[in-house]
């Protein structure tokens, strides 16, 4: 469950997000003088971020792009446990049985991390910060051996996403609670983005932060939005699947590009809040498409920690579309749920016009 920087964590991320596992395929599109074609990029969260919009913005691209900086920053200073003085760090330092009052979008987030968590039965928790710190994969990495079990048992006595109570915007900390948004803040974040373009009058564009993605629309003359699922092999970057999208986001977990290794044993940086241990299955990667990134990304990990099996049980019952590649002796093997099967057929009916 972690990557370097404040949000990568669980890829999220992780998170990861790998760089995230998604690779950003941006297929050369036409453009003509009422289509034209943008590009503006900057760097947020220990990643980067990137926006690519067909037509022209309501206001100026610098204005634009100030904007959808300033989204971004205030996303960062609302929920990164990086930043001391974040919304997130102070709730996490508050002293016990401290009630407090939220900022609107954390609080979303926050909601949304619970509910991804009661429907995982906890496979998801945004309170396994200190299981992450104590494995080495926190916001001070140290990646030393495994820690001792008594160690883990004590972090584990301090997490559990019931215990953290939310009503409405007020949170109130129990005492020792470190809630960690880097699983789906950065997905929250691609969102915000997609809001800001939006805003002001662009329905063709394609987000991506740290390999999370959300397009919109397509490119001029019908083409479609194209982006690549990286195969989960460490140290290479290699396509597993190209998928076409309208209207969706796409987000990716897996465990390549975070981890190490203690005397021949290999420790994923994905956490299981409900062992206190690192993942020990054989998914590689998992990509969640979903209408908003926030939520895929929170599914994203939920689904790392469940692994194929129960993942892909998990995703019948919710209806989602999730794509896992799993590794075996013979190399990978990509196993759908039946919603993105669903969708790959769409995707093909729609591009052949039967």
């Known amino acids: 469950m972690a990557l370097p920087g404040p949000f990568m964590r669980y890829r999220y991320l992780v998170i990861p997000l790998t760089f995230a596992c998604v690779l950003l395929s941006l297929l050369a599109g036409c453009s003509d003088d009422q289509r034209r074609e943008s590009r503006l990029s900057g760097a947020t969260m220990g990643t980067t971020w990137s926006v690519t919009f067909f037509g022209e913005p309501d206001i100026g691209i610098p204005e634009l792009k100030m904007a959808l900086q300033s989204a971004l920053d205030r996303v960062n200073d609302e929920m990164s446990t990086y930043k001391k003085d974040s ?14 009052l939220l900022p609107s979008d954390f609080a979303r987030v926050l909601r949304k991390a619970q509910a991804i968590s009661r429907q995982s039965g906890g496979a998801y928790d945004v309170t396994v910060g200190p299981l992450v710190n104590l494995w080495g994969f926190g916001p001070a990495p140290d990646r030393s051996p495994a820690p001792p079990k008594a160690d883990i048992d004590a972090a584990r006595a301090r997490i559990g996403w019931q215990k953290l109570k939310l009503d409405g915007r007020r949170a109130t900390q129990p005492g020792g609670l470190y809630v960690d948004l880097s699983s789906i803040a950065k997905g929250f974040a691609v969102d915000k983005v997609a809001g800001v373009l939006e805003r002001n009058g662009l329905k063709n564009y394609l987000v991506e932060i740290g390999g999370e993605l959300r397009a919109s629309g397509g490119k001029p003359y019908g083409e479609a939005w194209h982006v690549a699922v990286e195969r989960p092999v460490p140290g290479v970057r290699e396509v597993e699947r190209v998928v076409e999208m309208n209207n969706l986001a796409i987000a990716t977990s897996g465990d390549y590009r975070n981890f190490f290794e203690d005397h021949g044993t290999f420790y994923s940086h994905t956490i299981d809040p409900r062992t206190g241990y690192p993942v020990g299955h054989k998914l590689g990667s998992v990509s969640v498409l979903y209408s908003d990134c926030m939520t895929a990304d929170g599914y994203a990990t939920a ?3 469940l692994g194929p099996d129960e993942g892909l049980a998990f995703a019948k019952k919710h209806e989602l579309a ?20 669903a969708f790959l057929e769409d995707a093909e009916v729609k591009r052949d016009g039967r």
């Not at 919304?87 to 407090?100: C, G, H, V």
């Open 322 to 341: 999730v794509l896992f590649v799993v590794r075996t002796d013979n190399g990978f093997k990509e196993i759908m749920s039946p919603a993105f099967k």
């Open 87 to 100: 919304a997130l760090s102070r709730f996490n330092q508050a002293k016990a049985d401290t009630t407090e």
């Open 303 to 305: 689904l790392t920690v």
